[in-house]
DNA sequence: GCTTTAAAAAGTAATCT
DNA sequence: AGATTACTTTTCAAAGC
């Protein structure tokens, strides 16, 4: 009765950008408080906004990710304080550097208890991978659009790699009508 | 001219000495899991053609060997856990598993997932159970897998409940470590499944 | 390939009380 | 026997090894 994609959440979006500017991360380490920096474990420096909740990693070569953000607007918040951040530490950013989303993670529910082997079968093992031994998910990537999902016991399902929200709403619609079609929801 | 030559004859031997070293390796290991000649002839099938795919490059001989080893028991229907097969090779576990999907989807192979009945005879046997165990085990994981309790779960930890399961109707009781150490897994696994199970099974004891 | 960051799903596991 | 913490899978960018 309820359409699966009501269900659907958006879990975590990760974004890139960049100020056009080398850094000097020492520095900026120093003078951001609450930065993390250590060039031996990792060439990024360490940024975390609390409101919107997300993590900036931010580059010698000025190129800037962000993840952790539970919406595209929560992206360019999160991503308008670290601009205002290296703009107090007299670092020259243009007012809106552009910013593309690269990855959005979302979970949904279909309502309905699924058996994986029977999926397996059904969507035919050579376009999925179910190793209940090394992980509970059945892996399930779709063209149409360019998605992973990874489908549970439990009914519910993860969908990563779409770069817009409508991505995981037409891959809920196409699992849900595959599934339908096998007889294997409900 | 003749170094060309010379590096094709290299590279030859080089070639050569590894499939020796990668089917002498599943030889070795397939003697220490006492599994059948059939099942070391399947692993050098499919070493054979990973190697004629290419598969190899960027990867270990040992454990493209290992994870060849462990699909061809599971083709022959007679698997071994991923925590088995590590314990006779010298490649870790999860690189096992990792390489394994990686051929697996390569080559087509189309692996069913394992059925957690395959484990019963050998985990029963190890554990001196009867056949009447052995039977009720299949028949708890026939009805629960049909009720769709099996997605999801790895099929040595749902093997494990319901052996353990069986032995206790059948009076034969074997304890939660005892059958969690022929199985692998830990207590912890096999009480969730168990309850599960004898949920699903009507079962009150 | 690896390193780091985030997040969900569900199963398994190690450790502590 | 819980509870807690942590690790498994997928995705993606960044710079450097």
């Known amino acids: 009765m309820s359409d699966p994609k009501e269900t659907i959440n958006i879990e975590n979006v990760v974004a890139s950008t960049g100020i056009g500017q080398e850094l000097d991360l020492q520095s900026v380490a120093m003078d951001l408080e609450g930065a993390d920096y250590d060039p031996e474990q990792f060439p990024g420096l360490v940024y975390r906004t609390q409101e919107p909740k997300s993590a900036a990693l931010i580059f010698r070569s000025g190129k800037i990710v962000c993840t952790g953000a539970k919406s595209t607007d929560d992206v360019h918040q999160s991503l308008r304080i670290v601009f205002d951040k290296l703009r107090d530490l007299e670092i020259n950013v243009n007012e809106d550097p552009e910013i593309v989303v690269q990855n959005i993670v979302t979970s949904a529910d279909l309502g309905h208890n699924l058996n994986l082997n029977a999926i397996a079968i059904g969507l035919g093992l050579e376009n999925i991978e179910y190793e209940p031994e090394q992980f509970p998910g059945l892996v399930y990537r779709l063209d149409d659009p360019e998605v992973v ?38 | 001219r003749l170094r060309k030559w010379q590096e094709r004859i290299r590279t030859k031997d080089a070639g050569e000495r590894n499939l020796q070293f990668a089917l002498s390796e599943i030889d070795r290991m397939a003697s220490a899991l006492g599994v059948p000649r059939s099942v070391r002839e399947v692993a050098s099938v499919i070493y054979r053609r990973a190697l004629k795919e290419d598969l190899i490059r960027g990867r270990s001989i040992e454990g493209v060997a290992t994870s060849a080893l462990y699909a061809a028991c599971r083709k022959e229907g007679i698997p071994r856990s991923l925590e088995e097969i590590s314990e006779v090779s010298r490649v870790e576990r999860k690189e096992i598993g990792r390489t394994y999907r990686y051929i697996s989807q390569e080559l087509g192979l189309e692996m069913k997932p394992v059925d957690p009945k395959k484990y019963v005879p050998r985990f029963c046997s190890e554990l001196e ?39 206790l109707l059948c009076n034969e009781k074997k304890t939660q470590r005892e059958v969690a150490d022929v199985a692998q897994v830990t207590e912890v696994t096999i009480r969730n499944r168990y309850q599960e199970q004898i949920e699903a099974m009507g079962i009150h004891s």
Do not use: C, W
Not at chain 1, 158 to 168: L, N, Q
Not at chain 2, 138 to 165: H, V
């Open chain 1, 149 to 186: 999902a990874l489908l549970f016991g439990s009914g519910k399902l993860v969908i990563t790699g779409g770069k817009k929200p409508e991505d995981a709403e037409h891959a809920v619609d196409k699992i849900v009508s595959r599934l339908e079609d096998l007889g294997l929801l409900e």
């Open chain 2, 129 to 167: 159970l009867s056949e009447e165990v052995q039977t009720k085990a299949n028949e708890i994981i026939e009805t629960t897998a049909e009720e769709g309790l099996l997605s999801g779960k790895s099929p040595t930890g749902y093997a494990a409940a319901a052996i353990y399961a069986a032995s």
